[in-house]
């Protein structure tokens, strides 16, 4: 039931002809005309002319082709993928921003988490969430769930059946929480087991359990140490918060006797070129480089930066550190679960912090694009590959520009199309 | 066949049923629940319950009144208000934001706006201009059009037909314009002056013209003086751009013998009190005091200043000479014509600058609601009027968050609905 539907069709494969972007490096995104080749969620063919079409065929001489043309004024490039996003505070989208982190964290976002512990709930919110990331474009999401085990179980059947790429991580949290939503350390070590366990019994291979603790603020080292640890014994990836607010930061050191916030993950052996860290707003100099050492990734999420007054991540500066940056929508710590949105709030941010400081350029159109797609992923995602390059790349700045949800007429995942029936309103 | 829709159906009139949400003033929007009637576009009665419509009923005994029930989550708010806008510069939006404004003029802008000499691309353009701008629930635009008077009246004539209220500018240049693209003195004046009969002869009350001379880099003291008597003589509206961005500060200073741009205008008489400034990032305090004195509007672009990479508008620093603050999406400087959008987009700017500078407080929801709605008009708009204030807030701060065209259901202007039949998809 929960396997990929790219599994389920063998036999089955996509051909599209027309236009398609892609962005293997920051610089330049490109655009080619022609076809791809799509089997069991693999391109096998990328060819330059209609014609070519004989050969795939030929090629694969079992497989039944499904045509996909596409009209003048539609492309085809890889699905967005959004490294930060709290599936359970869709709610909460748009509400309490004339509050700070913490602030906020407490009044608004831990009661809206705590609903979870109702699996009914989950189920029914969960299933939307879903939609609404796909019906985005977002073809791969890292969501924190909520500390339950059970409802965070039914995120990740969502995702299984909607047929989107995620990796769902129970948040972990057993310090410094509000009285009805916290466990004991070995509570939370032991759920997150079971958690682990019942991802990996859903047998979808776009589907993977993540380690989340939620931050330094609401982990003990020995929470965070026992979570390293259960990351490293089943190869998993790991999901946190770091230097997103100056209150935050200077809390972290109070609690954790004066250590920075990066050494504090390090120490608890939570940073590895399989960890995703949330923000980084804050990083001195020596964490950067601490962090480049163990290859984590930084995840920027500046419409959240923004709307909870949190500061601005300069990109720029991360990648001076030859950190790699992806891209986070943050719902609801951003209001937005499109990519497109977080993107131009992406160009937005390094815009912002251009003007005072006008000797780092501003993050162009096509950086953003990269960054939301291939540049995120180290080695999940598979780009088109194909040679001929268009010079005209107006179509897709107005796309990153202004398109919404509506200009996304369809979504594939793993070769299977997950979104279809809407018409291009622009 | 141009005159007020409203006017056209005497006798017709319309109660809604349900909650109304309004801003008198930008501390808090008041959201109430009850009944509205409006006849010939204006509010003849608010009345708190649903009884009551039979005393609606009895006070206007010859009226047949249509009845419009809201449904839990919906609420009616005033449209909005969009003081600044590019009408021909639609099909520009998200293009060509990686140059400067000069730059940008020159390469993208200009060319674009040329193609209005063809009055048969203007009558297809402007038709979906307007579209959109009603669909984004914007009741009010102030637009900016081309040189081409013939042109910018099938703006006028677009905006009467579809039941838009809207000032509309035949834009004035005679000096420093690309070749094809200018007036002499003596045509931009005489073909103003025809533009305006032509406007007046749609004798639609709704739609007005405004004298609109580009700005000090396109127009001689000699135009703008012109100008300025035209406004006098004909008690029109002015609409202009001010202080946009650094080169072009600097540039006028040179092109005015050292003159500041707000004396220059000042000196044209096109500072009164029905002046539209559009920008005004980097004026000096005593220009603030002029502007002040002078009572113009500066109308505040957010996405389009950040777009351009032009600065920031400073609106608290503006708020504290008292000069009155509107706001306009400026398509295509502006890729969004949505003002749901404009509104985000000023808070992110407006906490963009709180970050170095933590004593001025970022703006608020509802600021910005009341800036987009009520606040943007000095005498223009009818906003609503009644008493009992309800506390949630909370759905009108997710619409002003999350919410796009397809949260808006309906738009009537003046009294008749000029948009209908989009479900609401959140």
């Known amino acids: 039931m929960f396997s990929s539907k790219a599994e389920q069709l063998p036999g089955k494969g996509l051909i599209f002809i027309g236009t398609y972007a892609h962005s293997l490096e920051p610089v330049q995104i490109t655009i080619e005309k022609g076809i791809l080749a799509v089997l069991n969620g693999v391109i096998v063919a990328a060819e330059k002319s209609p014609g070519d079409i004989a050969c795939i065929k030929q090629k694969f ?43 906020w964290l407490q009044k608004y976002t831990y009661p809206c988490e705590q609903k979870y512990s109702d699996v009914n709930h989950a189920k029914y919110v969960y299933k939307s969430v879903v939609e609404k990331m796909l019906s985005c474009g977002t073809t791969t999401a890292c969501y924190f769930g909520t500390i339950h085990r059970e409802s965070t179980l039914e995120l990740a059947k969502a995702v299984a059946l909607a047929g989107q790429r995620a990796f769902i991580g129970k948040v972990n949290m057993n310090f410094g ?3 009805n939503y916290s466990e ?17 019994e859903l047998k979808n291979s776009l589907v993977k359990p ?9 982990c003990d080292s020995k929470l965070m140490t026992g979570l390293s640890k259960l990351a490293e014994a089943n190869s998993l990836h790991i999901q946190t918060h770091i230097s997103e607010n100056t209150s935050e930061v200077e809390f972290v050191k109070e609690l954790f006797h004066g250590k920075n916030y990066t050494d504090v993950y390090d120490q608890a052996g939570l940073l590895t070129n399989r960890t995703l860290l949330a923000h980084g707003i804050y990083l ?20 959240s930066n923004v709307s909870l007054k949190s500061g601005i991540c300069k990109v720029r500066r991360l990648q001076k550190h030859t950190v790699n940056v992806g891209l ?8 937005s679960a499109s990519m497109l949105n977080c993107m131009r709030s992406a160009i937005d941010a390094s815009i912002v912090t251009f003007f005072p400081d006008s000797e780092s350029s501003p993050l162009t159109y ?25 010079t005209d790349s107006e179509i897709i700045q107005k796309f990153i520009y202004t398109g919404d949800d509506r200009n996304i007429i369809a979504v594939y995942v793993d070769g299977v199309q997950v979104k279809t029936g809407l018409k291009s309103s622009q």
């Open 61 to 103: 001489p079992e497989v039944e082709w499904e045509k996909v043309e596409l009209q003048s004024g539609q492309f085809l490039c890889p699905g967005f993928i959004d490294l930060h996003v709290h599936a359970p505070q869709f709610p909460n989208a748009g509400l309490g921003y004339d509050m700070p982190l913490l602030e």
């Open 177 to 179: 929480c509000p009285e």
């Open 184 to 200: 004991s350390l070995e509570e939370s070590l032991e759920e997150t087991k079971k958690f682990i366990d019942g991802v990996l």
């Open 210 to 218: 993540i380690i989340t603790p939620r931050f330094a603020v609401t």
């Open 284 to 303: 001195s100099d020596s964490e950067l480089e601490l962090i480049r050492e163990r290859g984590c990734t930084v995840v920027h999420c500046p419409n």
């Open 328 to 335: 986070g929508t943050d719902v609801s710590g951003g209001y």
């Open 366 to 390: 096509n950086e953003v694009f990269y960054m939301a797609t291939s540049g995120a992923a180290k080695e999940e995602i598979s780009s088109f590959n194909a040679n001929d390059s268009l």
